[in-house]
């Protein structure tokens, strides 16, 4: 669900073709007045997310020759996405989306161990993979009708962003709003947008460019998100709440796990 600190806020946590292990993770931080994390309340994570089985290797991949050699890439995942789509509840479209961004992140940044299963967790949180308020994610994984966050406009409760893109993505002149299925502010997105699927647009209300944008924020600064205090601190850079954290970790870890048990099942 679109809340007041967004992607935009710092970067997210994704792929890891690795097991991980079981979610033990306590955490309640926010931001102190000064707008440093209070780290004194944000106790030690003692475990990742389980890593989500792991898809298929695909090509093209973004880094890789000729990424516009086919239309939307990520359809390649589609058998692997609707072996867990209905068990899961997430729409195809976003496991394919989920799932490319793992394989791209691990052929880009390996050190990083991000699993489809983290962005996915993020996607749940977030707009429940693009189908906030009545939305519906589309086959190529943009929701109908877009989704916008409520204005930046420092009201209580609320940060105050003033707008910085001229109301391009988010059609608002006057203050910023989070944008998309992950709900990137526009601000993050100047720096961290990707063409995910070789359409040739950056598109925050795409999930396939907004999961891959998400993964590369997550793994930024050398994060490896199997350490349990380099996640916590991956997923608190795109929300700083220990609560946001906390509910991530909930559904990434449930994720994972079930997804695992269903490919035992095969």
């Known amino acids: 669900m679109p809340r007041r600190r967004k992607a935009s806020d710092s970067p997210l946590v994704l792929l890891s073709g690795l097991a991980m292990l079981a979610v033990l993770v306590l955490l309640a931080g926010l931001l102190d007045n000064g707008g ?3 780290r004194s309340r944000l106790p030690s994570a003692t475990a990742p997310p389980r890593a989500g089985a792991q898809p298929p290797q695909v090509r093209p991949l973004p880094g890789g020759a000729d990424p516009a050699a ?7 995942l589609s058998d692997w996405a609707e072996n867990f789509s209905d068990e899961l509840n997430i729409p195809m479209a976003a496991l394919e989306a989920y799932g ?10 390996p050190d990083c161990g991000l699993s489809w299963s983290v962005l996915a967790g993020v996607g749940a949180v977030e707009s429940g993979h693009g189908r906030y308020g009545g939305s519906d994610l589309d086959s190529t994984a943009r929701p109908e009708p877009p989704i916008r966050g409520i204005p930046l406009d420092g009201s209580e409760g609320v940060r105050l ?3 910085t893109d001229g109301g391009k993505l988010d059609g608002d002149t006057v203050y910023d709003r989070a944008v998309g ?3 990137f ?3 993050t997105w100047r720096d961290w947008g990707r063409d995910g699927d070789a359409d040739g647009v950056a598109d925050p209300d795409d999930l396939d460019d907004a ?15 199997r350490r349990a205090e380099q996640f916590r601190d991956a997923v608190l850079r795109y929300n700083a709440s220990g609560e946001y954290v906390q509910q991530v970790l909930d559904h990434a870890d449930d994720y994972g796990k079930r997804s695992r048990e269903l490919t035992r099942k095969e």
């Open 161 to 163: 962003i003033r707008d």
């Open 211 to 225: 999961a891959l944008a998400a993964g590369y924020y997550l793994c930024d600064s050398g994060s490896d998100l």
């Open 181 to 183: 299925p992950l709900q």
């Open 185 to 187: 502010i526009p601000s």
């Open 100 to 109: 490319y961004a793992e394989l791209a992140l691990e052929r880009t940044r």
């Open 36 to 38: 440093q994390r209070n």
């Open 70 to 76: 086919t239309s939307r890439p990520q359809r390649q």
